[in-house]
């Protein structure tokens, strides 16, 4: 029921914006087919239990532009172990010759690999990349544009924000594969050193991989028997982030039955496992509506006396990268846009996020590694 609630809900948010983490992994297709643009722009994703929002907002892209046009497959679960799937899915793409432009959100590993093989016969497909897994180094040569939120900037502002909601220790969970992507462990090694600064106790806790042998079940319990653990040891006021999406949902359950604070997802998101963890529904005529959905979860947060202790972006970041991405890729095909046009990039996603003043910043020495900040609510 929640999945069908969040997918009209998602529906709604992207149809409307720049108009003006169940399983699945099979690509998708709309009833609805959009304009004879004359071209395909090819789209991967996560499946649901990987990707939730990038996967829907990827089925509200075909919604809008129709399957004829957007050619949206997934990568596999386990998608460390099979790369050779995730190359292969994103090639697939580039033997159609309709296909000008290829998205792939999140940038898994095995993305940099596929972008250079469709290169040996390709070299009129617009590549962009977003919430990349591999080094910057590694993928900024082979994407014309990256986007990702600023997970260095984040570092300071996610602390700061525990702080201002009265955390005395800050918890961070990850495991071993992503500490070794470069900007996850810069962040990481940031909050570490904002905590400090702010005079707070950083706790490093390593997590089950959901994509090792426990999988996605195992490392969602890991969170659940975890999270009492930590409070039982440093208080309430013990602030809880985790790196991967799968892991936020029983996170969210377990800070708000322990009392603790929860300032920020991996991926910020008024929708990313706040509905699913505070149960809130949402009538049909509401989808899509960001006032309402703050206005549910604060309701649902102040029921639950943890009201000041749960925060989030105002803008469902993943969702918007999706978007920029897919209009971006349109402009291109029709000839609008060359490969690279970082204003014309920055002005979509200001209307993406509905945010005229969003700050975009670009990685040192990477021009096309495009990083982006929200504002916070907390509830």
Known sequence: ???????????????????????????????????????????????????????????????????????????????????????????????????????????????????????????????????????????????????????????ETIVELAKEMGAKTFVHYSFPRHMSYELLAQRRDVMKETAEKLGLEFVEVDAPDPTGDAGIPGAQQFMIEDVPRQVDKYGEDTAFFNTNCSMQEPLIMSVINTGAIYPEQCCPSPYHAYPGALGIEIPEDKAGDVAYMLEQTHAKIEEAGASGRFATWKVPANMAMVEAAVEYAISYGKGEVEKFDKDKMVDILKAVTKDDNVPVSELEGAPNFLMFVAGSEIF
């Open 1 to 155: 029921m929640k999945k069908r609630i969040l997918a009209l809900l998602l529906i709604g948010l992207l149809v409307i914006s720049v108009a003006g983490c169940g399983k699945e992994d099979t690509a998708t297709g709309g009833e609805t087919e959009g304009e004879e643009v004359g071209f395909k722009i090819g789209l991967v994703t996560g499946t649901v239990s990987q990707g939730e929002e990038e996967f829907r907002a990827a089925e509200n892209a075909v919604a809008t532009y129709g399957s004829d046009v957007i050619k949206h497959v997934t990568y596999p679960d386990k998608f460390t172990q099979e790369q050779e799937t995730t190359i292969a899915q994103i090639t697939s793409l580039a033997a159609d010759p309709d296909v000008k432009a290829i998205v792939v959100l999140q940038a898994v590993p095995g993305t940099a690999a596929a972008f250079d093989k469709i290169k040996e016969t390709r070299d009129d497909i617009l590549f962009i990349a977003g919430v990349p897994h591999e080094d910057p180094e590694t993928i900024a040569p082979r994407a014309d544009i990256i986007l990702e939120t600023d997970n260095i900037k984040r570092g």
